[in-house]
């Protein structure tokens, strides 16, 4: 089955820095890519996802690019402020008919004021 | 919005008692999913439902079994449960839609088992 590896597992940036997360995934037949932030006391919410098919989206401050070759997309996050903070967990889901979808371990954003 | 909501945020119970989370979406989703969510180990799908009646084995679906009698709700029965069940569980709904893969969760159970 599909197995996904998240770094780092937890992070600290100063207020308005950038913050990177790499997700590696390891069945080449995943074909999308989501990312999911998870405030605390709430469930994890989509923020950014990607398909197979292209290699870069953006959404104002957040970014996804995804690398087929090398099978490994990562977030991006720009002009970070507090808000930001959560964890963060990035999944790749398989081409098959029940779209099975596989979490990374999480990683834990803070972004100190 | 969508809505997912489960019947209890905190929730204690005794070893070998059987044990029933409830989770209830709005949006006529097909798609529900129970995950559980550990420290280090990120969300492990435990059964999820692929419509009304059906259901599909996760990755980690021993010690669990699930029910879906209606579209809108999906039950995780721990038959016998055990300390180390002790954990968050979140439930999801999803409607397939040719662009949107997006799962919808519930703010999550946290069950204790001692």
């Known amino acids: 089955g599909e197995n996904v590896e998240q770094h780092p597992s937890t992070l600290s940036v100063q207020e308005g820095d950038s913050a990177v997360i790499k997700c590696t995934y390891s069945d080449s037949a995943s074909n999308y890519f989501p990312w999911y932030k998870q405030e605390l006391g709430k469930g994890p919410q989509l923020i950014i996802d990607?398909?197979?098919?292209?290699g870069e989206k953006k959404d104002q401050r957040i970014a996804v690019t995804l690398n087929k070759t090398a099978k490994h997309f990562s977030l991006h996050i720009t002009e970070t402020q507090p808000e930001d903070s959560a964890v963060y967990f990035c999944?790749?889901?398989?081409?098959?008919?029940?779209?099975?979808?596989?979490f990374g371990t999480g990683t834990k954003l803070q972004v100190i004021p | 919005d969508v809505k997912v909501t489960q019947s209890s945020r905190y929730l204690v119970k005794r070893t070998g008692e059987k044990v029933f989370l409830e989770c209830v979406q709005d949006m006529d989703h097909e798609n529900m999913f129970w995950y559980r969510q550990d420290p280090g180990l990120g969300l492990r799908l435990i059964y999820f439902?692929?419509?009304?009646?059906?259901?599909e084995k996760g990755d980690i679906p021993e010690g669990y079994s699930v029910s879906r009698e209606k579209k809108e709700r999906f039950s995780l029965i721990l038959e016998s449960a055990s300390t180390n069940q002790t954990s968050m569980y979140l439930c999801a709904s999803r409607l397939l839609r040719e662009k949107s893969y997006e799962q919808y969760f519930g703010p999550g159970t946290r069950l204790t088992v001692t």
């Open positions: 990607i398909r197979s098919n292209v």
């Open positions: 439902s692929y419509d009304v009646k059906m259901k």
């Open positions: 999944a790749a889901s398989d081409s098959g008919g029940y779209q099975k979808v596989t």
